[in-house]
């Protein structure tokens, strides 16, 4: 394994038995994450994320595969293999009895962590904790509870973070301050592994991204190859006079739309330029005011991706 991984999921497989039969919730699932990363696991309700989390949290079994993590087996070294990782789980349980201050304090030990190298109150402070220190979990609200479970995770300092819907329900201040702290940690080298519904929170955060469907990966890459890959591109180019010959020579590039002398053209690619648009246009007379352009956003991609075409596509 090229020791520039994180880690590295071999065949991954999960079924459950339920009433109505086995339901594969992993199918076959590879998948490099690289060391440094931040890496954003997309895909919609019921995909397979968290049962995919959840194995390398150690709270649901495998049924097939393998995972090495660092470099490591991670069936072999799963005891020594938690100290690398930081899990944050979706669910919000709590130990009542303690403040979050001893919480932390209580995990930290757990982890050997001696006092002199804890870190505690930097994590408190940076997800806006301090005034709740002493406070006992079962006063804290949703959202303060949520950044005691990240807080919790994040006391052994672990190597690999791994945040399953973090910010799901929180309000805009915790998101921000998550963020601003998950991206400090990235900077210093920590690999992120995150699952969100917020597309656009993974379009600014991660800088390779997976979506998982049903089970299995339908692609893989980093973010800017998957919108070179999969991307439109948008041309929004503004006539003095829209005429019907414009449109019959822009239609051969793409679909079209128009308002007024606006005309809008999505290119199924995004290899088309400005150059070739203007040349095809300059053999007609006619005045263009302005062009711009817009490429696909990750969530264009995604919806593209699940709702409009089954092709699977794994470029790794
Ligand atoms: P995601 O996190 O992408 O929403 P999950 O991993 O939670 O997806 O679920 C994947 C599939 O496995 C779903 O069909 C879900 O209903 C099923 N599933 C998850 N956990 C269990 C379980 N403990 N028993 C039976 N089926 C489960």
Not at 88 to 105: G, K, M, N, R
Request: proline share 3%; net charge positive.
């Amino acid at each position: 394994m090229p020791d520039k991984l994180a880690l590295r999921i071999n065949n991954l497989s999960k079924s459950y038995q339920t009433k109505s039969g086995t339901l594969q919730a992993l199918d076959q699932i590879s998948l490099d994450i690289p060391k440094g990363s931040f890496f954003g696991l997309l895909g919609p309700n019921g995909a397979g994320k968290t049962t995919m989390i959840n194995i390398i949290a150690s709270l649901v079994k495998k049924t097939s595969g393998s995972i090495i993590i660092n470099g490591k087996d991670f069936d072999k070294y799963q005891t020594d293999l938690k100290y690398s990782l930081g899990i944050v789980p979706q669910e919000l349980i709590l130990d009542p009895f303690f403040t979050v201050y001893e919480t932390l304090e209580i995990f930290a030990s757990y982890y050997g962590i001696k006092k002199s190298q804890r870190k505690t109150l930097e994590i408190i402070t940076a997800l806006g904790l301090k005034e709740k220190a002493h406070n006992p979990p079962r006063s804290l609200s949703g959202g303060m509870r949520r950044r005691l479970l990240i807080a919790k995770a994040l006391v052994h300092d672990p190597d690999i973070i791994i945040l399953d819907e973090p910010t799901a329900g929180v309000d805009v201040e915790l998101r921000e301050k998550l963020w601003s702290y998950v991206t400090k940690l990235n900077k210093q080298g920590k690999t992120i592994i995150l699952t969100t519904h917020y597309l656009e929170e993974a379009e600014e955060l991660c800088d390779h991204i997976a979506i998982i469907d049903k089970g299995q990966i339908i692609a893989n890459d980093k973010k800017v190859n998957l919108k070179k890959i999969f991307g439109k591109k948008k041309f929004i180019i503004e006539f003095t006079k829209l005429s019907p010959q414009i449109t019959k020579i822009l239609a051969k590039f793409g679909d079209i739309s128009f308002n007024k002398n606006i005309l809008t053209l999505e290119h199924k690619t995004n290899k088309l330029s400005y150059l070739d648009l203007i040349a095809s246009l300059t053999k007609i007379n006619v005045e263009i005011l302005n062009i711009t352009t817009k490429e696909s956003e990750i969530e264009d991609i995604f919806k593209n991706l699940i709702y409009n075409n089954n092709s699977s596509l794994n470029n790794t």
